[in-house]
């Protein structure tokens, strides 16, 4: 099973920029597609971006299409998330999460929590206006 472990998150001003970074250990990275998700507080979790196995697919979710871009670099067992133009609702703990799903892995387009199976710890990431 693996293991994930989020870095990166912080207190940035609104405009600004943030990459997140989640490294996997325990499995064979390659094997498994990743997600990021949020969840502010009072709010449900919700996804912000899956990735395939090679990273040649993505999904974003509508209110960050154009301002986050998820990569991963399997050669590193990391999945990143490029965060610009950051905006106070942006404000949130940020979790990747990982899941063995083949159609997750060949589309990149899993955007449900259902649908992974390991989660990290999450990362703070805090937006001023």
Do not use: H
């Amino acid at each position: 099973q693996v293991q994930l472990v989020e870095s990166g998150g912080g207190l940035v001003q609104a405009g600004g920029s943030l990459r997140l970074s989640c490294a996997a250990s325990g499995g064979t990275f390659s094997n498994y597609a990743m997600g990021w998700f949020r969840q502010a507080p009072g709010k449900e979790r919700e996804s912000v971006a899956a990735v395939s196995w090679s990273g040649a697919r993505t999904r974003y979710a509508d209110s960050v299409e154009g301002r986050i871009t998820i990569s991963r670099d399997n050669t590193r067992n990391t999945v990143y998330l490029q965060m610009n133009n950051l905006k106070p609702e942006d404000t949130a703990v940020y979790y990747c999460a990982s899941t063995l799903r083949r159609s997750c892995g060949v589309w990149g387009d899993c955007d449900s929590g259902i649908d992974y199976d390991n989660w990290g710890q999450g990362t703070q990431v805090t937006v001023s206006s």
